[in-house]
């Protein structure tokens, strides 16, 4: 089925303003209705379902709605507050439970909010599955009897065992000497991130670590590395990271304050998994998204590289129907696949702490494994997704972009999954000239079908 039939679900989850459709109380009562009655006809049972958040103030509205409606299905309900989202898909399996629920916007102002949904297992649903809670939500069908109502509690010591279980990622190896910049973007990981690493025995400055339910992603973490890279630098960090606001990716900056994409981290990873002999059959997966630099780099390394469209999903995906153990996006979402089953930020930063350690090596001299490709990104408001191949003059300025860069670049059209916006990447040696041709692609995009 295409993805013009969906109402609810994105790339993602199903995102959107707070209060407004399809984020509001009643919509979303009838999501957790609909998730109980399409787990229970495909497992047999729906008993218990994991619910986290991040720190968005709408948290509190849509956390009661979702538990409403589930409970109304007779689920039992394991509530464990603000997480990051690969919290969630782990205590999934290690509370036994059918789903896990995540409500988060991640990167998004704390406007949005959106709901992600683990299966029993920690993965992310199939577009299949999506489809057909989608089918139930908007089917009008009474769901639940008053024999049938569940529970909600509080479960105490969720923080404690995603604590536990990312230190055993790197066997609880002793980390002292560093002292390193977290981010935490006031959201998810605020109580999490600097009690793993302090732990560990690093030295930590934390920032952006007093959420207030309206400060998640302000001007911080992930995408506003820029405080980040300034404490860094003040301090004599030896490495500093920022996560998005439900701590699901990861950036990180050197010693010298210089930015490491998620790209460049997966290429030091992918190195050292293959190093070590475990990244399985010599393969990383990545998206479309990923830099000619690093596929360069890869080659050079003799790491094959399978890609993907945009989403960590259908990399991890593409990992699990193939055996594959590690991938990731440019955006930093990175999959550890023999540690966990979705992009986890902490055990990525821990992971690059360990190569720091292990090669004795600044992560300045490290970064060095990979030459980025000069790479623009400009992201287009439209009022509507239009196909490109629709409009003449949108196809007829890639194309003369193609024609000029040749072999020595690319580019790449797609629509956001969340939002309505056209994403326009250009990629080549000639950073002026990609700007140039990349401005002529976005110029007839804003004429056909500018917002």
Do not use: W
Not at 13 to 38: F, Q, S, Y
Not at 253 to 272: F, R, S, T, V, Y
Not at 331 to 336: K, N
Not at 418 to 424: D, K, M, P
């Amino acid at each position: 089925m295409g993805k013009t039939e969906r109402r609810l679900f994105g790339t993602d989850g199903i995102r959107g303003i707070a209060n407004a459709p399809p984020m509001t109380p009643e919509t979303v009562l009838r999501v957790g209705k609909a998730v109980a009655d399409v787990f229970k006809k495909q497992n047999g049972r729906t008993h218990k379902v994991v619910i986290g958040k991040d720190t968005r103030l709408s948290g509190y509205m849509i956390e009661t709605a979702l538990t409403s409606g589930l409970v109304s299905m007779g689920v039992e309900v394991m509530l464990v507050g603000p997480l990051p989202t690969p919290a969630i898909a782990h205590l999934t399996k290690s509370l036994n439970a059918d789903a896990g629920i995540v409500l988060s916007a991640s990167h998004n102002p704390a406007s949005h909010n959106g709901i992600k949904i683990f299966d029993s297992k920690g993965f992310k649903l199939s577009d299949a599955v999506e489809l057909e809670i989608e089918r139930v939500v908007f089917s009008g069908k009474e769901l639940g009897n008053n024999n049938s109502i569940g529970k909600a509690f509080r479960v105490n010591e969720a923080k404690g065992r995603y604590i536990e279980y990312v230190k055993g990622t790197v066997d609880n190896t002793s980390l002292k000497g560093f002292k390193i910049v977290v981010d935490c973007a006031n959201g998810a990981a605020y109580n999490v991130v600097p009690a793993v690493f302090s732990e560990l025995g690093v030295e930590v400055k934390a920032i952006n670590v007093f959420p207030d339910g309206l400060n998640i992603n302000l001007n911080c973490g992930a995408l506003h590395p820029e405080g980040m890279q300034r404490a860094v630098k003040e301090t004599g960090a030896n490495v500093g990271f920022a996560f998005d606001g439900d701590a699901d990716r990861v950036i990180a900056c050197n010693e010298k304050g210089e930015l490491l994409d998620g790209d460049q981290i997966m290429a030091l990873c992918a190195k050292k998994l293959l190093d070590d002999g475990k990244l399985k059959k010599k393969t990383v997966v990545a998206t479309v998204m990923s830099n000619l630099g690093f596929h360069e780099a890869m080659r050079k390394e003799g790491i094959n590289v399978r890609t993907t469209a945009v989403g960590d999903r259908y990399v991890i995906e593409e990992m699990k129907s193939n055996s594959f153990n590690f991938g990731g996006e440019q955006s930093g979402h990175i999959i550890f696949g023999d540690y966990s089953t979705t992009g986890d930020g902490l055990i990525t930063a821990l992971q690059l702490l360990r190569i720091m350690k292990e090669t004795r090596k600044p992560l300045s001299e490290l970064s060095g494994l990979m030459n980025r490709f000069p790479q623009v990104l400009i992201n287009v408001n439209v009022r509507e997704k239009k196909p490109f191949e629709m409009m003449p003059a949108v196809s007829m300025a890639v194309k003369d972009a193609e024609s000029v860069l040749g072999k020595n670049g690319r580019v790449l059209l797609r629509y956001s999954g969340t939002e309505n916006i056209a994403r326009v990447m250009l990629e080549g040696k000639n950073e002026k000239l990609i700007n140039s041709l990349a401005s002529k692609i976005v110029a007839s995009i804003k004429k056909e079908i500018g917002a």
